[in-house]
């Protein structure tokens, strides 16, 4: 898969092969979505609004610090919001049956996403294959949430929505154009004029796409995290940079941005570090993002830093989902 990704931002000879397998992902991906539409497949609806925050292409947008910012505006507004997400990236030995994550949890049982989001204690956060049924147990725990906030879940049409954010990567847009194999869509670009919001994360915004920056300049030791360390704290020191996320080169210029100078080292979405991942003897400190250091926390060493972020949105947007979502 990692290899093929080099072509989704591309066309070369190998199109001529993934081109006519893209058209019959259309086709099936289009009659999916019709047949839920129409209710011949019967979604189920829930008895709070959903949000859906998801994307139509393949890696990482920034769907995680959007929803974290999302939670909070909505608690800033009176609402309980609760979240549910496949879990993805976790080892499957609970068979992908709800469940609640907690803090204590570990990357490899619940997925790294889940367990950034559950360690931020906003608010609930379940997992299940089954979002409806993550979900339903997740208002059975907790009656006082009013409202679901459902991580990637834009192609998961069994789960009857009241809004929909589409993430898109500001940099990387839509690759190609192309559906998967020969491109990144899962979905074509068309999907985007009937969502209720676009959000472009590190980009300019077209027509009436919503703006979305990640902002942080300070890290935190994972040994230690009460121990913190600014851009200047860390210049003129040997630095590694280690990123698993969707689009790595995104978090290694964050770093740049600071004047750091910084050996960079991408993994694959989802990676599993390990500490040999993190063996690098001539490095003064290796720094990371959030959503990789819940995967290593267990075998950092004093060296290892992260990079917290936050979400920051065009103010209009909180408006517009408390308009979708409201009675």
């Known amino acids: 898969m990692e290899r093929l990704q080099h072509h989704w931002y591309r066309l070369s000879p190998l199109h001529l092969l993934l081109y006519p397998i893209s058209i019959v992902f259309r086709a099936l991906s289009a009659l999916r979505r019709f047949l839920y539409r129409s209710g011949i497949l019967a979604a189920v609806k829930l008895p709070v609004p959903v949000v859906i925050v998801g994307n139509i292409s393949v890696g990482g947008t920034g769907k995680t610090p959007l929803i974290l910012w999302l939670a909070q505006q909505l608690i800033d507004n009176g609402w309980h919001p609760g979240i549910v997400s496949r879990g993805y990236g976790s080892n499957g030995k609970h068979g992908g049956v709800p469940?609640?994550?907690?803090?204590?949890?570990?990357?490899?049982?619940?997925?790294?996403?889940?367990?950034?989001?559950?360690?931020?204690?906003?608010?609930?956060?379940?997992?299940?294959?089954?979002?409806?049924?993550?979900?339903?147990?997740?208002?059975?725990?907790?009656?006082?949430?009013?409202?679901?906030?459902?991580?990637?879940?834009?192609?998961?049409?069994?789960?009857?929505?009241?809004?929909?954010?589409?993430?898109?990567?500001?940099?990387?847009?839509?690759?190609?154009?192309?559906?998967?194999?020969?491109?990144?869509?899962?979905?074509?670009?068309?999907?985007?004029?009937?969502?209720?919001?676009?959000?472009?994360?590190?980009?300019?915004?077209?027509?009436?796409?919503?703006?979305?920056?990640?902002?942080?300049?300070?890290?935190?030791?994972?040994?230690?995290?009460?121990?913190?360390?600014?851009?200047?704290?860390?210049?003129?020191?040997?630095?590694?940079?280690?990123?698993?996320?969707?689009?790595?080169?995104?978090?290694?210029?964050h770093l740049e941005q600071f004047g750091l100078r910084i050996t960079p080292h991408p993994f694959p979405d989802h990676h599993r570090f390990n500490a040999d991942d993190l063996a690098f003897v001539e490095a003064d400190a290796i720094l990371m993002t959030e959503k990789d250091a819940v995967k290593c926390a267990a075998f950092a060493t004093e060296r290892c830093w992260a990079l917290r972020v936050d979400a920051l949105v065009s103010p209009p947007l909180t408006q517009l989902i408390l308009e979708k979502v409201t009675p």
Not at 124 to 141: E, I, K, N, S
Not at 191 to 197: F, H, S, T, W, Y
């Open 99 to 253: 469940r609640e994550v907690t803090a204590d949890n570990v990357a490899d049982e619940v997925g790294d996403e889940p367990l950034l989001m559950a360690q931020r204690a906003l608010c609930p956060v379940w997992t299940g294959r089954d979002r409806p049924a993550a979900a339903q147990a997740l208002l059975a725990a907790h009656p006082e949430c009013d409202i679901i906030l459902s991580d990637d879940g834009m192609q998961h049409y069994r789960l009857r929505r009241d809004a929909e954010i589409a993430v898109v990567d500001g940099a990387r847009r839509f690759g190609n154009g192309m559906l998967l194999p020969a491109g990144p869509l899962r979905e074509p670009v068309s999907r985007l004029r009937e969502v209720d919001a676009v959000v472009v994360n590190g980009g300019p915004a077209q027509g009436n796409e919503f703006t979305m920056h990640l902002e942080g300049n300070i890290f935190y030791n994972l040994l230690n995290p009460g121990i913190v360390a600014s851009p200047a704290d860390l210049a003129g020191k040997r630095l590694h940079a280690i990123a698993g996320i969707g689009h790595p080169q995104r978090f290694f210029a």
